[in-house]
């Protein structure tokens, strides 16, 4: 287990690169399980749980190739539909392989995926949704075991009570070869799931109302293999625009998809950090002066839960206070407990957390919990004066592709250490 070592308050310049989405290439990567022979994958992170979902993947009988961000994916030898715990528990977006194992094969046993930090994540609202299919699914020792109906999935109108981002894809790819037309109600609109659909489209699934909130498809005998971009990752170009803001100094994030960060670049130009687009790349420029801003976490296109922890770092050095509400996951706060050993002063309510600006935050050794959490304790120690550590960085390791060695190409004190 490495941790990493932060030297604070050294402003950062030069450019950098988004890698490509985490949240999209893992539902891409199930979606390889439609077609019958080689699915690439173009401008895929290097990221542990992409690793998984190939060991996934290969579980199963497919082949995976990964060479310089491109991936190959032939599931055409798949012969086990199934996602054993050992490797579910250590990523519950494996629960993804569920809708394309039912529409490939008929039947599909997947491991629950349990909980996790932030929260206790039931797939309920997936299993609904393929219920209403014509799938049969019983749970079994901690499995869910699925068939489709004899003849295959049916189509169906589905409204989804709550918006469901992975709920969405897998009854997307799950509709993509069902029998008739599936309308999905109340879908989620984050660009990952549309960027799922636009591969879906390319591998000759029928499916229209991108971006919106009610997606149609219309299934088809057959998808055939294809060749798809993967969009540039939204949360870490936002984890790198919160970097540069909080060390102060002058940054080009390049290739920051601006569209799908809308959201976030008002927040971060209220808290007076200059953003400017500039063709694909946007221009950070920052005093390391914060103004205080509350934020609401919502759905697409509001404000994304998964860039809350980032942004509260921020706001611990904000002029006054601010006031943050995280209405999508029950649990999310696991990052404040250690922002407070920097000095930050933070009050929680339930799901609300005040954070009142201080002048100075100090260096101090502290725990990732989560994905995200990591990113925003790392993204604080660059403010701290002193020396910080951040320890079980493996949580990052799953969702960022070498965000330590992007700062450090920025001119950040960073360096990794075994733990
Ligand atoms: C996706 O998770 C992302 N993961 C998460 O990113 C992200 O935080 C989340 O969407 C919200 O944007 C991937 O795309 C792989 P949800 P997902 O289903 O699909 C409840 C990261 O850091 N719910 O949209 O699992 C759920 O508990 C990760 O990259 C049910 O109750 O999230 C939550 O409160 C973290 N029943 C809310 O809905 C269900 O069947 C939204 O969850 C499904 C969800």
Redesign the pocket.
């Known amino acids: 287990m490495d941790k990493i070592l932060i030297e604070g308050r050294q402003p950062l310049s030069g450019e950098v690169r988004v890698s490509g989405a985490?949240?999209a290439a893992?539902?891409l990567m199930a979606a390889a399980i439609l077609c019958g022979g080689p699915l690439i994958l173009n401008n895929v992170p290097r990221l542990r749980d992409l690793v998984t979902m190939a060991s996934l993947l290969r579980h199963m009988g497919g082949r995976t190739e990964f060479e310089n961000g491109r991936a190959e994916l032939d599931m055409g030898t798949l012969h086990s539909p199934e996602a054993p715990y050992e490797l579910v528990k250590t990523m519950?977006?494996s629960a993804?392989v569920l809708g394309p194992l039912l529409a490939r094969c008929g039947r599909a046993r997947v491991s629950l995926p349990g909980g996790c930090a932030?929260?206790?994540?039931?797939?309920?609202?997936?299993?609904k949704a393929l219920e209403a299919m014509g799938a049969v699914i019983d749970l079994d020792g901690g499995y869910v075991v699925a068939r489709a109906p004899k003849g295959g999935l049916r189509g169906a109108h589905v409204n989804f009570d709550?918006?469901?981002?992975?709920?969405t894809?897998n009854l997307m790819m799950a509709a993509s070869l069902a029998r008739g037309r599936t309308v999905i109600s109340n879908a989620?609109r984050?660009p990952?799931v549309t960027d799922t659909a636009r591969a879906l489209l390319a591998m000759g699934a029928e499916i229209s109302g991108l971006e919106t909130d009610e997606l149609v498809i219309d299934g088809v005998g057959a998808l055939r293999c294809a060749s798809y971009q993967v969009m540039p990752d939204r949360?870490e170009a936002g984890t790198l625009i919160v970097a540069a803001a909080l060390a102060g100094g002058r940054v080009v994030v390049k290739g920051s998809p601006h569209q799908a960060l809308d959201a976030v670049y008002d927040k971060i130009r209220e808290a007076g950090v200059g953003l400017k687009p500039e063709g694909e790349d946007l221009i950070v420029t920052s005093d390391g002066r914060i103004k205080s801003v509350g934020l609401v976490t919502r759905?697409?296109p509001g404000f994304?839960?998964?860039m809350q922890a980032q942004f509260m770092a921020l706001m611990t050095v904000g002029d006054s206070a601010a006031i943050i509400n995280e209405t999508?996951?029950?649990n999310r706060f696991m990052h404040v407990s250690e922002l407070r050993r920097l000095g930050a002063d933070i009050t929680l309510e339930g799901h609300v957390a005040v954070v009142r600006g201080v002048r100075r935050l100090s260096g101090a050794p502290m725990m990732a919990t989560?994905?995200?959490a990591s990113a925003g304790l790392i993204l604080a120690a660059l403010a701290a004066k002193g020396q910080s550590e951040v320890s079980r960085v493996y949580h990052l390791d799953r969702?960022y592709d070498k965000l330590d060695e992007k700062l450090i190409s920025l001119g950040a004190r960073i360096r990794r250490a075994p733990a």
């Open positions: 985490k949240n893992l539902p519950r977006a993804l932030i929260g206790a994540r039931p797939i309920d609202l997936h299993l709550t918006v469901t981002v992975t709920g894809e989620a984050e990952e949360i759905p697409y994304p839960t998964d999508i996951f029950e989560d994905l995200r969702g």
